[in-house]
């Protein structure tokens, strides 16, 4: 399937039963996956870039949980499906992560806006982050950030080869007020990614 228009169908949803039997290995794939793919964004933040694979997953897993059945394929297609990357993008999945409850919500108020205040820095371009069009992810009552954003970053033909290139820095940014921070994304996660998204 082109990458264009690649994502997952109803087709490629295992049966709970056969699900189980792959299921360690496929929870130990996505454990060496996230090493790839996982990034510190300063203190308080991390993102994942997400795949074919980990979507897959994310998947086969809201499935096992819920127990839906068929009945429940569509509605988790309908919600993971648009974070598989298509040919030209990265998407990633952006956690603002604060144990403490009282101080992630002093944190999260002070970070409104922060989905327009990230991007991918490679090849000289900079390419700023497009959300997900699912929510709101900012609350215009009191302008307090929810904790997880899905972005996904367009890239240009030039940017696509400067990735796969390896050469020079590719970073991801955050230059919201409140919250500056830059994260190099490492030789090997840029491989890895350009293998699965590009």
Known sequence: MPRDTRSITASDIMPLSEYESIRADKKQEAILRKTLTRIA???NASAMFETWDSMWLQIQEMLRIEKGGEA???DELAAYN???PKGSELTATLLFEVPDPVRRDAFLRTIGGIEDHMAIQVGGEILRAR???DVE???ESDGKASAVHFLHFDFTP???AAWKSGEGQAMLMIDHPAYGHAALIGAEARTYL????F
């Open 72 to 74: 429940q394929v569509p």
């Open 41 to 43: 964004v300063g203190p």
């Open 82 to 84: 648009p974070m598989v």
């Open 158 to 160: 030039s940017a696509i």
């Open 194 to 197: 350009a293998r699965e998204c």
């Open 137 to 139: 992810r900012t609350r």
């Open 131 to 133: 959300p997900e069009g």
